[in-house]
């Protein structure tokens, strides 16, 4: 098993411009799971995705942030316009249903926005 | 909002030594895990406690879940500088979704050789 895929592994950017990060869960896995990273927040959920349905977005920042599921197989975290304050790790998770299951994480993303 | 608080924050020792890190919180979890991460990488499942008052062992590692299920402990015995790392605890919410996991910052610990 391959594990949690992500890419980029590393993005900088400047200001303003569009971000996508993108996301391929273990196989089998029906929940998906999109958190970020800091020093001073620590790790927190961003969006959490059963059957690949959003059934809980209230981590989600701001109307700058969306992330879309369109199958199984694939996610994407997508900022637009990007800022400063979005820098971060972001970490995809898959696990094997909605309820309590280990949750396998990706590698993360490392996003710069300059 | 439902918080974990982890200490210390940071935590330097040499190889051999014995340590304990702590996860606390005014909130009653139905769950807890612990992960470590290691730099560069996702966060892995070490251990998930349920029961109040649980002990559970990982070669030198001991986890132990509060019996009011609103704290945990990992103790580590004979470190080595493989268990070098940030240990997270995560706790899932009591009678609420299980799905979601608040954790807290963090452990840094190092291990010198």
């Known amino acids: 098993d391959a594990g949690v895929i992500q890419s980029p592994r590393h993005e900088v950017t400047e200001m303003g411009q569009e971000v996508t990060l993108r996301c391929k869960p273990i196989?089998?896995?029906?929940?998906l799971f999109w958190y970020r990273q800091t020093m001073m927040r620590g790790l927190e959920l961003l969006i959490y995705?059963?059957?690949?349905?959003?059934?809980?977005d209230s981590g989600m920042p701001e109307d700058r942030f969306s992330a879309k599921m369109p199958n199984a197989s694939f996610s994407t975290l997508k900022i637009q316009p990007s800022e400063p304050r979005d820098s971060a790790v972001y970490f995809c998770?898959?696990?094997?249903?909605?309820?309590?299951?280990?949750?396998?994480f990706g590698p993360g993303t490392r996003l710069t926005v300059t | 909002t439902q918080l974990l608080e982890q200490s210390p924050q940071f935590l330097s020792i040499q190889e051999g030594e014995n340590l304990t890190v702590y996860c606390n919180s005014s909130?009653?979890?139905?769950?807890l895990q612990w992960y470590r991460q290691e730099p560069g990488e996702g966060p892995v499942l070490l251990v998930t406690?349920?029961?109040?008052?649980e002990v559970k062992k990982l070669k030198r590692l001991t986890f132990q879940f509060g019996d009011a299920r609103k704290d945990s402990s990992l103790h580590i015995t004979a470190a080595q500088p493989g268990d070098t790392g940030l240990y997270l605890c995560?706790?899932?919410?009591?009678?609420?979704?299980?799905?979601?996991?608040?954790f807290g910052k963090g452990t840094l610990l190092t291990v010198n050789p």
């Open positions: 998770a898959s696990s094997l249903s909605g309820g309590f299951h280990e949750q396998y």
């Open positions: 196989s089998g896995h029906n929940s």
């Open positions: 995705f059963n059957n690949n349905v959003p059934i809980d």
């Open positions: 909130s009653v979890f139905s769950s």
């Open positions: 406690v349920v029961t109040g008052g």
């Open positions: 995560a706790g899932a919410e009591s009678g609420g979704s299980n799905y979601k996991l608040t």
